[in-house]
């Protein structure tokens, strides 16, 4: 039983790897051990001043927000209290935050748009259930690469209620995590702390206009300052910024980031359609700007960190994710070594009588096993297809990614499976892989080694 145990929580889930703590909140990676799934597990310390009668009504909302169904909405699977403990499981992480991705990557205009539509569809979801006041910071917002295919997905479980109601009645400061962002706060919610659903759609328009220039687009040099703006300055032109941005792309910003909320979107439909006519026209042959240089903003790793407010003043999750020195992880070693100096993360290792083991080098970070299909022109980045002669591997049938202190498998909803020993893994379901592991690759056994052990 949980009492005895202190790694199984509600008697079902067993905790796996910290992913990070900060304050009274951990992420972990678990295991269910009714289902042999991985979850990932929220677990929250009660101060011992709070009874578990009086956070209850957390639990009906929780509830609602679980009954939400969507690709791109992170889904809940339960929550319950494991003695002085609130946990809620959900499904696996998977991928990197969108924070990290604008500070590292050169994100195009049309796949900014095409992020946006996604995460337009799961905030569609939520206020068809009459859920408002999300937390759409690029923190909170997971992208996952399938080949070339990006999957946006919301992150926010609803956390912000309960740990503002846990630091009032302990006398507390609330965590840095859920403190108000005036940067992404829209100016009705400044004068009356109402969550709406046109609070929610300007938020989007903040993401979109962070996502093609790359910088927000009201900042000051003090978090009053950026309220004034916020509330009262023009909207910046994003062609200053990111050259070429279409113009209709800019009305739709502006129609987002309205002062006046009845001027906005309330139809998100409408909105996807609008962003949609936008992609088409930038890749239509009669542009004058070629699908080839479509217009960028350039790289600046650390660009959206504004210099102009004080640290004091700065969210410490929007800065870095996860604020240094407060992350504990697991199998910290690890990272050290990977990868080699010769660049290479793992090895999967086929092994025959008759001929000495062939080792497939994993050069990167994410990686897609499949087989080659010279006429459909797929290339994963792992062939497997002279091991294959019967075509049992999909052309993209796995990925292994490495995060951090651990490797990922995912089936990529292949035709014949992926099996991690004798487990069949579940479509688009990362689970955790270890040196040594057998892994199937439909009718192709490999052995997954990591170098060193």
């Known amino acids: 039983m949980s009492a005895h145990d202190a790694r199984l929580i509600g008697d079902v889930y067993r905790i796996g790897q910290v992913l990070k703590t900060i304050g009274t909140i951990t992420n972990y990676t678990a295991y269910n051990r009714n289902t042999n799934d991985v979850v990932g597990l929220i677990v929250i310390e009660l101060p011992p001043t709070i009874s578990t009668f009086a956070v209850q ?24 209290i494991d003695g002085n403990r609130i946990y809620i499981a959900t499904d696996p992480p998977r991928g990197t935050t969108l924070q990290h991705v604008i500070d590292t990557e050169d994100i195009t205009v049309t796949r ?22 999300l937390d759409l910071r690029p923190h909170n917002l997971t992208i996952d ?84 703006l916020q509330s009262a300055s023009p909207i910046p032109v994003m062609n200053q910024y990111t050259y070429n941005t279409p113009p209709r792309l800019q009305e739709i910003v502006e129609r987002l980031l309205s002062k006046d909320p009845a001027q906005r979107y309330n139809d998100l439909k409408l909105l996807n359609t609008d962003l949609e006519m936008v992609a088409q026209a930038l890749h239509q042959p009669s542009q004058a700007l070629p699908q080839s240089k479509e217009p960028t903003r350039p790289t600046q790793p650390g660009a959206n960190l504004t210099t102009e407010i004080s640290v004091a003043e700065l969210d410490i999750a929007l800065q870095q994710t996860i604020p240094p020195g407060s992350i504990t992880t697991l199998t910290g070693a690890l990272s050290s070594i990977i990868p080699t100096p010769d660049g290479i993360y793992a090895y999967l290792s086929f092994e025959s009588e008759n001929a000495p ?57 292949s035709r014949n499976k992926t099996r991690l020993g004798q487990l069949v893994l579940p479509p688009l379901k990362a689970e955790l892989l270890h040196h040594g592991d057998l892994l199937s690759f439909g009718s192709v056994r490999l052995r997954f080694e990591i170098p060193g052990h």
Request: aromatic share 8%.
């Open 145 to 228: 690469t399938i080949g070339i295919t990006d999957r946006m997905q919301i992150d926010d479980i609803g956390l912000r209620p309960l740990l503002l109601y846990l630091s009032s009645a302990s006398g507390q400061e609330p965590p840095a995590s859920i403190a108000i962002d005036l940067r992404y706060t829209s100016p009705e919610y400044m004068k009356d702390g109402i969550p709406r659903a046109s609070s929610d759609i300007y938020q989007l328009g903040l993401l979109l206009f962070y996502l093609v220039t790359g910088r927000l687009p009201f900042v000051g040099r003090t978090a009053a300052e950026t309220g004034i």
């Open 57 to 80: 009504p957390f639990f009906q909302s929780l509830e609602q927000r679980r009954s939400l169904e969507s690709p791109h909405v992170l889904r809940i699977h339960q929550g319950g």
């Open 112 to 133: 900014a748009i095409q992020l946006v539509q996604q995460v337009a569809r799961g905030l569609q979801v939520f206020h068809a259930r009459g859920l408002t006041g």
């Open 357 to 413: 083991p062939q080792k497939f080098a994993i050069t990167q970070k994410s990686t897609i096993i499949g087989r080659l299909d010279p006429k459909r022109g797929v290339s994963p980045d792992l062939d497997l297809s002279t091991l294959d002669p019967t075509m049992t591997i999909s052309r993209q049938h796995a990925r292994i990614r490495f995060e951090e202190t651990f490797f990922y498998i995912e089936d990529l909803k």
